[in-house]
């Protein structure tokens, strides 16, 4: 059964089926279609109205030369998807401008949010696996995979995804809900952290929480998962009761953490995230 999280952006079911990847075609034979055109953490979009459109068409002029090589990432509606990367300190050319993608925030619709997290997750893997990792000669594109195989040795190896715990900790009518130096005021989240080797999902949760706020958390429940393109993580969310422990804040990790009751609580992450979903359907005992 899908989880009602799957519709997230950045989750591929949220763009209802009518995006295909590229890996299951073969790349059309001229560079011409939706551009998504990324610059570090930002998509650019055309300055006319409507706002918050794609370059289209062939590559626009105002780019060539300045872009690196482009990658078809697949369809959608129909229409080819070319993501390609732009220099982070070049201008963005007159009559375009650009939408931040991360921090996450309200802006983007969330059809161009997703197409725009898959073409810089793309883009990431591209630049981060040109050469092979077991002998380090360069690597050519298995055709119809997003994988790489080295030119040399052989060796395959495909795009690496990172799982990611996010757990909300419950107990009664309040949560526990944590606070990073570098977020915007008053902001507090989730306890998150990466998955050890070795580790189940469950046991990261537990571990997570112990070492950033000292608690001990009991009945963890799976509630949903984002994929999540800054850079490649796939977020992993949870819900887990209190069982125990006062709150110590790892304060190389974080700047604050405590409970919040569940009729006060604090500014909180973008609805567009995994974080705010957990919360808003689970933050209720018995829910």
């Known amino acids: ?7 997230l952006p950045f989750n ?31 998509l650019v979009v055309t300055a006319e109205a409507p706002r918050w459109c794609l370059p289209s068409g062939p590559l626009p002029p105002a780019f060539a030369g300045t872009i690196e090589p482009p990658l078809w990432i697949g369809t959608y509606r129909g229409v080819p998807c070319w993501a ?47 050469c092979c990792p ?16 080295c030119v040399r040795c052989a060796y395959e190896h495909y795009p690496h995804l990172h799982p990611c715990v996010i757990v909300l900790v419950r107990d009664g009518g309040r949560v526990l809900l944590t606070r990073k130096r570098e977020w915007v005021a008053g902001r507090y989240s989730l306890v998150a952290g990466f998955v050890d080797n070795g580790e189940s999902l469950e046991g990261a949760v537990r571990r997570e929480v112990k070492e950033e706020v000292g608690v001990e958390v009991d009945g963890v429940q799976y509630r949903g998962s984002q994929n999540w393109p800054f850079p490649s993580q796939l977020m992993v969310g949870f819900t887990a009761e209190y069982a125990g422990g006062e709150v110590r804040v790892d304060t190389e990790e974080l700047e604050d953490a405590r409970w919040f009751p569940l009729d006060a609580l604090p500014n909180l992450p973008s609805h567009l995230s995994i974080a705010r979903f957990v919360i808003e359907h689970f933050a209720r005992p018995g829910s």
Request: proline letters at 9%; glycine letters at 12%.
């Open 134 to 149: 077991r002998c380090g000669d360069p690597t050519n594109r298995i055709p119809g995979e997003w994988g790489k195989r």
């Open 12 to 42: 591929r079911e949220s763009l209802k089926g009518e995006f295909v990847p590229a890996k299951q075609g073969g790349q059309p034979d001229q560079q011409s279609g939706h551009w998504l055109i990324v610059q570090g953490n930002a």
């Open 84 to 130: 390609a990367a732009y220099p982070r300190d070049a201008e963005v050319p007159p009559g375009y401008g650009k939408e931040v993608l991360f921090p996450v925030r309200d802006g983007l619709p969330e059809d161009l949010l997703s197409l725009a997290g898959m073409a810089r997750q793309a883009l990431y893997w591209e630049s981060t696996s040109r």
């Open 1 to 7: 059964m899908t989880t009602m999280a799957a519709h």
